[in-house]
């Protein structure tokens, strides 16, 4: 394995769990509502997989379990802000304090014990294949989930009915509604598929990234998920490239540092940051662009009129 | 079964009293379900978390010491609320307010007088407001979304704070150990009355800040101008105001407002500036905020309230081993509770039953 | 919730059962900067507040409180401690310091220990451990097992500690090999699984075959056997982490300390303002068994271990030359206790700026 793929891997490994939270994110906000509890998804998903691995010694059930946990932790995010009208804001920082205590509470027992680790695919001959072996046919399956959750997540929103539904409610709840739809219930759904989605991104870093549990091991991923979704400008494609220019920028920076050229760390680690302030710029400043992607209902509470 | 909201034709004042004490009373009953589950005493558990902070004069002081700086950040987040900009950054105004007031006495550590405390105040809510007015530029320069930069920004003011303390700002005499010097006499914020405990002016200062705003938004033309922005910037348009200045007034007080938080608590209760100088205030005061209404004077209660759960938790720690990640659990299901009880002002609630019988009606 | 309210106002009234303490029992109690089961640096403290339960349990009561940041909360739980009525109170983060001295300055008749500082008052002493000794140790087995000759070091902070532990294991390696060279990664963190992992493998891409960190968790382990390198645990035995790369690791293990000092509070012979900063020798650290290395490199190992213990050998002693090229030591001299707890600057042969 050279060292240019070898990177890539790395860099992938890095992104992955980003890109998936993301992805569930955006279609949380492409509904209209802000989830800001994904680290506390996450970080449930996290230890939830690695609990459900360890004790049925089944990675895979781990993963189960963590999408399962992840759906059901963000329930208590929709009741709250869907049928009790509180604010978005405000549930979604409470649903992150909430997760990473309960998090730790449940992980107690499990510190420090040796993970399972999903095994990466491995196809003779294809996976061994110079520079593109590993990358295209040697990684592990929530890789290849993540790939697939791009698509996927792109041909629901922008060719199906349901996907049309859908981002209308975000544009516009109070006429989404006069026409017809279910918005909570779609609401609902799209809550639900987020806390899915954070609760794999989390699977992956028990199972995959870093095969153990220890607490707060999310160690802010959530946020960055966040701050991937309106770099993307809501585009799924986007959210895809933006995931893997910031894992590449925090694999890169360690890159730096081993060649042992002595600029601050925290220069270089502050990088990634001042680098999505300056796409975000970039982006944002065509503002007929941004209008046409915004979800105009984001954040905002909706009560259907009786 | 489902909920049903409908929405008052007005706010109800019952309910504005009341849920606040019917989220308490939920809390309790589901906290005492918790602590049993854990196999603890729930009256003891809910005794250390509640009552034994309070019992003693120093306590009290500590707990003034804990809600200074969440009141001082919630009010001005408040303000930014209500006028419908998210401020979510307040985390990084407090830390580069806490810096650029701590200049004079780590650069100057020979200037010395009574009026080194004043400036480190005011140079704390420039640097406050100066970085708080960052995402203010950019939203109205360039449309960007406040709510990441704002966030962004506080990892860059983390970082570097970090490395001003563990490089240029380190103490000289202090073993290369990544903090600043202390400060001088003249630098440090009084305590309020040093006989009976710690607690400094910072208290102080977050109560004033919180009638002044309260006064500000609930009694003047600006605050007409606060709520009508933020509600509609349609007809704020209409009126005459403008959003654009509007985003900078909200962005640069809430800033100011934890800058001087931050100033506060390194000059009072640290006395030097180390890697890390906030447990997160800039995030828990968000809660704050919402907890208190956006109103200042219920986020002074609401501050405080918050403020007694990490002190009951310490208590329940040590007196119950209790760990630390339950005391978490319950502040989390503290939040909820209040949340989803002040629901019931705004609106009449009912659970409709599969054969849509109503089956509750919350007055 | 009338009845919460009665149920309250009843306890309130008859007096909150206090845990059962009998009179001749002391507590010894302890501030916690992490979760008590970090898997690193916390872990080993409460570890040892354990071992104090099982030896001292008939006369010791312990007690503790995780994650207290430092700054106004330290200040806070600590002096909760005193008024407690704590006999000895342990403070086990080097941020505690200037806390744990105000509150000792204010109670008098309490004892207190401060982990990893420098201040000591009447009735507070410091204690520290020598961790850079194993360092010194694993420097020699990197270089005689590297195929490279490049090793990679995981850092989080450069404090004095850490820095201690990477010139410690660039001059043991270069007992054996003196071109070795050290690649430093700093992560900024001492806990973040993900972080650790990536600069493992960054390093790893870079040409190391040997690895070894100053943060907490298990990754690197976990990526070194996966990679199939070589690997030195820290704070704890983490061969489950490595069956096949873990060489050896260096093991916190302050029980021993905690159990000395709180028989010497009960006795009576407890004193305080003084600086213990322990070795190998005392136990408060020690070295994982050697595995997975040729037998010859097993045996050297526990020579120098033992040159350690007996003080025969000093990891820190003359002729060494900083990073820039002045000299340091002369030969023969040993760096003091003060130079070494404030040290901020590379040995040379480290392949890195250390950050200023």
New interface residues.
């Given amino acids: 394995m050279g060292?240019a793929e070898?990177?890539l891997l790395?860099i992938a490994t890095?992104a992955t769990p980003l890109l998936i939270a993301a992805l569930g994110e955006l279609v949380v906000e492409r509904s209209g509502v802000l989830n800001l509890g994904v680290e506390g998804m996450m970080v449930m998903g996290a230890v939830c997989g690695f609990v459900a691995a360890a004790l049925t010694g089944s990675p895979w059930l781990g993963v189960l379990a963590a999408i399962v946990v992840g759906a059901l932790f963000s329930l208590?995010f929709g009741f709250?802000t869907l049928?009790?009208?509180?604010?978005q804001?405000?549930?979604g920082?409470?649903?992150t304090?909430?997760?990473?205590?309960?998090s730790?509470?449940i992980?107690?027992g499990f510190?420090?014990?040796?993970g399972q680790k999903l095994p990466s695919l491995y196809i003779p001959g294809l996976s061994d294949l110079p520079l593109v072996g590993r990358l295209v046919f040697g990684q592990d399956p929530i890789f290849y989930m993540s790939i697939a959750l791009t698509v996927g997540i792109m041909w629901f929103l922008f060719r199906t009915r349901a996907g049309l539904t859908l981002r209308s409610i975000g544009d516009n709840h109070a006429s989404a509604h006069a026409l017809g739809i279910p918005v909570i219930a779609y609401r609902y759904l799209a809550v639900m598929f987020g806390g899915a989605c954070a609760g794999l991104a989390g699977a992956h870093?028990s199972l995959v990234?870093?095969?153990?549990w220890?607490?707060?091991?999310t160690?802010g991923?959530g946020?960055i998920a966040?701050?991937l979704v309106?770099?993307a400008s809501w585009r799924p494609l986007r959210v895809l490239a933006g995931a893997y220019l910031f894992g590449a920028v925090?694999?890169g920076q360690?890159?730096v540092?081993?060649?042992?050229?002595?600029i601050?760390?925290?220069?270089l680690?502050?990088l990634p940051?001042?680098a999505?302030?300056v796409v975000?710029?970039l982006i944002?400043?065509n503002?007929r662009l941004?209008m046409m992607n915004t979800p105009a209902s984001l954040?905002r509470a909706f009560?259907p009129?009786? | 079964m489902r909920v049903e909201l409908i929405k008052r034709p007005q706010q109800s004042a019952l309910f504005s009293a009341v849920s606040p004490f019917i989220a308490l009373a939920l809390t309790l009953v589901a906290g005492a379900i918790m602590f049993s589950l854990l196999g603890k005493s729930p009256l003891d558990a809910l005794y250390y978390y509640f009552i034994d902070p309070l019992r003693e004069v120093w306590s009290l002081h500590e707990l003034a010491i804990k809600a200074a700086p969440l009141i001082l950040i919630a009010v001005g987040l408040a303000v930014c609320y209500l006028s419908n900009n998210w401020n979510i950054g307040a985390e990084g105004q407090f830390i580069i307010g806490a810096m650029a007031g701590s200049i004079l006495p780590i650069i100057f550590p020979d200037f010395q007088g009574w009026y080194v405390l004043p400036l480190m105040l005011l140079m704390g809510i420039a640097g406050g407001a100066a970085y708080g007015a960052i995402p203010a530029l950019l939203k109205v320069r360039f449309n960007t979304n406040e709510i990441l930069t704002s966030l962004m920004l506080v990892y860059v003011a983390q970082l570097f704070l970090d490395w001003m303390v563990r490089g240029p700002w380190r103490n000289p005499e202090g073993n290369n150990f990544p903090e600043t010097r202390r400060f001088h006499v003249d630098a440090i914020l009084p305590e309020i009355l040093p006989s009976s405990g710690r607690a400094n002016l910072g208290f102080v200062f977050a109560i004033l800040a919180a009638i002044v705003v309260w006064f500000l938004v609930t009694r003047t033309l600006k605050g007409f101008e606060v709520r009508v922005l933020g509600s509609s910037p349609r007809a704020g348009r209409f009126a005459g105001f403008s959003a654009k200045k509007m985003v900078f007034f909200a962005f640069m007080l809430s800033g100011g407002l934890a800058g001087l938080a931050g100033i506060s608590e390194v000059s009072g209760a640290i006395g030097q500036l180390r890697p890390v100088i906030s447990p997160g205030y800039g995030f828990a005061a968000i809660i704050v905020a919402f907890l208190g209404r956006l109103n200042p004077l219920g986020i002074i209660a609401s501050g405080l309230i918050l403020a007694l759960t990490y002190l009951g938790g310490e208590a329940a720690q040590i007196s119950l081993g209790l760990s630390d990640k339950v005391v978490r659990v319950f502040q989390g299901m503290l939040l909820f509770f209040v949340l989803g009880c002040d629901t019931l002002i705004h609106y009449r609630v009912r659970l409709v039953g599969f054969g849509a019988k109503p089956a509750v009606e919350g007055a | 919730m009338k009845k919460i309210v009665f149920a309250l106002a009843a306890v309130l009234a008859a007096g909150v059962s206090v845990p059962a303490m009998a009179q001749d029992k002391i507590k010894a109690c302890f501030v916690y900067i992490g979760p008590k089961t970090d898997g690193g640096w916390t872990q080993a403290h409460d570890v040892g507040r354990q071992m104090v339960d099982k030896e001292l349990g008939e006369k010791v009561e312990t007690q503790f409180v995780e994650n207290v940041p430092e700054g106004p909360d330290a200040e806070r739980v600590i002096e909760r401690f005193a008024r407690s009525g704590c006999a000895i109170v342990f403070t086990t983060s080097f941020g505690y310091m200037d806390q744990t001295l105000a509150v000792a300055q204010k109670f008098p008749d309490v004892k207190f220990e401060h982990a990893t500082g420098y201040k000591t008052a009447p009735n507070l002493t410091t204690y520290n451990s020598r961790f850079y000794e194993g360092r010194y140790i694993i420097g020699q087995i990197a270089a005689k097992v590297s195929k490279t000759g490049v090793a990679g070091y995981i850092a989080s902070f450069p404090i004095p500690e850490v820095v201690q532990g990477i010139n410690a294991f660039t001059l043991g390696a270069q007992t054996v090999n003196p071109d070795f060279k050290l690649k430093v990664v700093w992560v900024n963190t001492w806990h973040d699984a993900g972080k650790e992992a990536d600069a493992a493998k960054a390093l790893i891409d870079q040409g190391v075959d040997i690895l070894t960190q100053h943060t907490d968790s298990a990754a690197p382990m976990q990526i070194a056997e996966e990679r199939g390198i070589k690997a030195f645990g820290q704070a704890f035995d983490q061969i489950q982490a490595g069956p096949k790369a873990q060489m050896t690791a260096i093991i916190d293990t302050w029980g021993p300390y905690y159990v000395k000092r709180i028989k010497m509070v009960l006795d009576g012979t407890w004193k305080g303002g003084e600086s213990s900063w322990d070795g190998l020798k005392d136990g408060i650290l020690t070295m994982a068994p050697y595995t997975n290395m040729p037998d010859d490199v097993k045996k050297a190992a526990e020579e120098t271990e033992a040159q350690i213990k007996s003080g025969e050998l000093k990891p820190f002693t003359g002729p060494i030359t900083k990073q820039d090229g002045t000299e340091w030591l002369k030969a023969g001299e040993t760096a003091d206790d003060k130079t070494l707890l404030g040290l901020n600057f590379y040995v040379k042969g480290v392949d890195d700026k250390l950050p200023q």
């Avoid at chain 1, 510190?111 to 040796?114: L, Y």
């Avoid at chain 1, 990234?209 to 153990?212: A, E, L």
């Avoid at chain 1, 220890?214 to 091991?217: A, D, F, Q, R």
């Fill in positions: 060292i070898s990177i790395t890095a208590l709250l049928s009790v009208a509180t604010n804001v405000a549930t920082l409470s649903l304090l909430l997760g990473l205590g309960l730790g509470m992980g107690e510190v420090g014990q040796a870093l990234y870093t095969p153990q220890v607490e707060n091991m160690a991923r946020w966040l701050a309106v770099f925090t694999i360690i890159h540092q081993a060649l042992g050229y002595g601050p760390s925290q220069l680690s502050s940051y001042l999505t302030i975000l710029v944002s400043r503002r941004t954040g009560v009129d009786r």
